[in-house]
């Protein structure tokens, strides 16, 4: 007799082990539907757009008061914050935010994961011919305005920004728009040269420096180091 009551527990155990991460993942199956029956709630400026196998990455401009980046905010800043609220909007139409240790008391907020939230992950179908097979900047804020400011190309600066509804730690992303275009349509014109990338990637320039002064300002074994490497290359 308690061996078979020792059983139906173990098997009540069991099931319910078994049940409780299959009703979590109908549980959040459920949540990610309703928002994505949901109306854009949050927009946020592009920082840059970015091509790899199988997907698309989309940065979204949003920087911490005293970090200068992305980047720097998440190696030194994510440790002290864990929510990001989003309440109303700028002059120009764009997601006022700000930074939470404690949950928000709204709900729309993006929460605990932000590296999803700052890298976001688009799936994308390569069969594109100029991508797929590695990484390509095809937006970049900054980079496309130092171009321009450099006289390396004409303006005006390209507009990008993205929109997502937000709401009690979770998002969704509805469009993003690059150039007046949606993001398929911006990729597919990158891919036919309509656009030319070439005008987001990082570009290394001095207008100070200038090569035969600088060979000249070499000592005499330098020199000799430089001719020879050159000759070598030559050959």
Not at 24 to 36: E, H, M, R, T, V
Not at 183 to 207: G, H, M, P, W
């Amino acid at each position: 007799m308690f061996r078979n009551k020792t059983k139906i527990i173990l098997i009540i155990v069991l099931i319910f082990q078994f049940i409780s991460p299959l009703g979590l993942l109908i549980y959040q199956a459920n949540i990610q539907n309703k928002l994505n029956t949901l109306e854009a709630n949050v927009r946020l400026e592009v920082d840059s757009i970015s091509t790899d196998v199988g997907y698309i990455t989309i940065e979204p401009r949003i920087y911490y008061e005293d970090a200068v980046n992305i980047d720097e905010y998440l190696s030194n800043f994510a440790e002290d914050y864990n929510y990001i609220s989003f309440v109303g909007y700028d002059n120009e139409g764009y997601s006022k935010y700000s930074f939470d240790i404690d949950k928000p008391d709204q709900d729309i907020y993006v929460g605990e994961n932000l590296y999803d939230f700052y890298f976001i992950e688009i799936p994308f179908e390569d069969d594109f011919e100029k991508f797929g097979d590695c990484y390509w900047n095809i937006y970049h804020k900054d980079n496309e305005k130092e171009n321009i400011a450099a006289g390396y190309f004409e303006g005006p600066e390209t507009e990008a920004y993205i929109d997502l509804t937000v709401r009690n730690g979770r998002f969704v992303v509805k469009d993003v728009i690059v150039n007046g275009m949606s993001l398929e349509e911006y990729v597919k014109a990158c891919d036919s040269e309509e656009i030319n990338i070439e005008r987001f990637q990082t570009t290394y320039y001095n207008d100070d420096f200038n090569l035969g002064e600088y060979y000249d300002s070499l000592n005499q074994e330098s020199q000799e180091m430089v001719d020879d490497l050159a000759g070598k290359i030559l050959q």
